[in-house]
């Protein structure tokens, strides 16, 4: 479940793009700090991959979970985890 980083040259900001595998799944979804944990919906492609792309302020870490057909998955590319006790379980974690 890559995820790229663009860091734009006109402003503080890196383009983030979220691409999940998921051939099977119906839809899969993005939850995390950066969009006060409402769910965004990812565009799913004829290969199968699921993608979304947000533009966020550089300098940050940003937690967040995928929810792929209801159920909560953590990125296993990501820029490490962090526990969450309103979870009570760890979360993916971006660094940009």
Do not use: R
């Not at 479940?1 to 979804?29: G, H, N, R």
């Not at 004829?46 to 979304?52: C, R, S, W």
């Amino acid at each position: 479940m890559p995820i790229t980083k663009q860091y734009l040259k006109s402003k503080p900001e890196c383009k983030i793009t979220f691409c999940v595998p998921a051939k099977d799944a119906s839809k899969v979804e993005v939850a995390g700090d950066f969009n006060d944990w409402n769910s965004s919906e990812l565009k799913k492609f004829k290969n199968g991959n699921f993608k979304a792309q947000f533009n966020l302020p550089v300098d940050q870490k940003y937690q967040f979970k995928y929810i792929i057909d209801g159920k909560w998955e953590n990125e296993i590319e990501a820029d490490g985890y962090q526990w969450n006790d309103f979870a009570a379980a760890e979360n993916s974690v971006l660094e940009v």
